[in-house]
C-alpha cells in the first residue's frame, strides 16, 4: 500500500505555528496499522486546538457527544462507543483533558481486547482540579486507580489547574502508563499557546514506535 498523503491543509494552524509535513507523513505511516481516534474534553476541542489538527493531519476519527458544555459521564460513554464501534483495526486513542478521563474510565470495564493503547494528554482531575470550571466534571469522579488494560502515556504540565503534577505521577503509578513532563505548558489545550503543538507530534511518535504488534486484535463489532 503507498504511504497516505498528507492533506494539504493539514499542517496549518490558527495559532500561525505548524506541523512538520514531514513528520505527519512519518506518523501516518507508522500508524497504518491502527484506527486513530480522537477523544475532547470539556467544550469539545475547537478548530485551532491541536486536536483538530492532528485530526485533519492524521485523518482520524474523532468521538462527537451531545453536550459538550454539561457532560454526563453516561452519555459520554455512549458517545465514545458509538465511535469505536465503527473502527475495523486496532484503536489508538488520543484523548485530551476530560476525554482522557473518560478513556481510563471506560477502560476499567474492558478486556483491552482491540485496543492498541491511549496517549492521554492533561487528563482532568475530576478530585481535586482547581479550574473554575471543576463542578462541571464532578460526575466522571472518581478517578480509577487500577490500571489500563492497554499500553498508554500520560502528557501532563507543570502549571495545569486541571491537574497537579504530583497527581498526574500518582495517576500514571495506578495506571502503569509512561509519564511526559511537558514543563509549563498550562492545561496543554487551546489556551496554551501550543498551535498544532508539533513537539507532541514528537511525543506521540515515540509512543506508537514503541506500542508492540497489534494488528492481529481488531475491536469488538458492536
Given at each position: 500500500?503507498?504511504?497516505?498523503?498528507?492533506?494539504?491543509?493539514?499542517?496549518?494552524?490558527?495559532?500561525?505555528?505548524?506541523?512538520?509535513?514531514?513528520?505527519?507523513?512519518?506518523?501516518r505511516?507508522?500508524?497504518?496499522?491502527?484506527?486513530?481516534?480522537?477523544?475532547?474534553?470539556l467544550?469539545?476541542?475547537?478548530?485551532?486546538h491541536?486536536?483538530?489538527?492532528?485530526?485533519?493531519?492524521?485523518?482520524?476519527?474523532?468521538?462527537?457527544?451531545?453536550?459538550?458544555?454539561?457532560?454526563?459521564?453516561?452519555?459520554?460513554?455512549?458517545?465514545?462507543?458509538?465511535?469505536?464501534?465503527?473502527?475495523?483495526?486496532?484503536?489508538?486513542?488520543?484523548?485530551?483533558?476530560?476525554?482522557?478521563?473518560?478513556?481510563?474510565?471506560?477502560?476499567?470495564?474492558?478486556?483491552?481486547?482491540?485496543?492498541?493503547g491511549?496517549?492521554?494528554?492533561?487528563?482532568?482531575?475530576?478530585?481535586?482540579?482547581?479550574?473554575?470550571?471543576?463542578?462541571?466534571?464532578?460526575?466522571?469522579?472518581?478517578?480509577?486507580?487500577?490500571?489500563?488494560?492497554?499500553?498508554?502515556?500520560?502528557?501532563?504540565?507543570?502549571?495545569?489547574?486541571?491537574?497537579?503534577?504530583?497527581?498526574?505521577?500518582?495517576?500514571?503509578?495506578?495506571?502503569?502508563?509512561?509519564?511526559?513532563?511537558?514543563?509549563?505548558?498550562?492545561?496543554?489545550?487551546?489556551?496554551?499557546?501550543?498551535?498544532?503543538?508539533?513537539?507532541?507530534?514528537?511525543?506521540?511518535?515515540?509512543?506508537?514506535?514503541?506500542?508492540?504488534?497489534?494488528?492481529?486484535?481488531?475491536?469488538?463489532?458492536?
Amino acid at each position: 500500500m503507498p504511504p497516505a498523503r498528507v492533506p494539504p491543509d493539514a499542517t496549518a494552524s490558527g495559532h500561525g505555528t505548524r506541523l512538520s509535513p514531514a513528520k505527519v507523513q512519518r506518523l501516518r505511516n507508522l500508524l497504518s496499522p491502527y484506527d486513530t481516534v480522537i477523544v475532547p474534553g470539556l467544550h469539545g476541542s475547537g478548530p485551532d486546538h491541536w486536536q483538530t489538527r492532528w485530526q485533519i493531519a492524521l485523518a482520524s476519527r474523532r468521538v462527537t457527544q451531545k453536550d459538550w458544555e454539561e457532560p454526563v459521564y453516561e452519555t459520554w460513554v455512549a458517545g465514545l462507543e458509538k465511535t469505536i464501534h465503527t473502527c475495523r483495526r486496532p484503536i489508538l486513542f488520543i484523548a485530551h483533558s476530560l476525554g482522557a478521563v473518560l478513556v481510563a474510565r471506560w477502560a476499567q470495564s474492558q478486556s483491552g481486547r482491540g485496543i492498541a493503547g491511549a496517549f492521554l494528554v492533561a487528563p482532568a482531575d475530576v478530585e481535586t482540579a482547581t479550574a473554575p470550571e471543576r463542578d462541571r466534571i464532578y460526575g466522571f469522579h472518581p478517578l480509577p486507580r487500577t490500571p489500563l488494560p492497554f499500553p498508554a502515556t500520560l502528557v501532563a504540565s507543570r502549571n495545569d489547574n486541571w491537574l497537579a503534577f504530583a497527581r498526574a505521577e500518582d495517576l500514571a503509578a495506578a495506571w502503569r502508563a509512561s509519564l511526559v513532563d511537558v514543563g509549563a505548558s498550562g492545561h496543554i489545550g487551546g489556551t496554551s499557546g501550543l498551535g498544532a503543538w508539533d513537539a507532541g507530534l514528537d511525543r506521540l511518535t515515540r509512543f506508537v514506535r514503541a506500542l508492540p504488534d497489534g494488528t492481529s486484535h481488531r475491536p469488538t463489532s458492536a
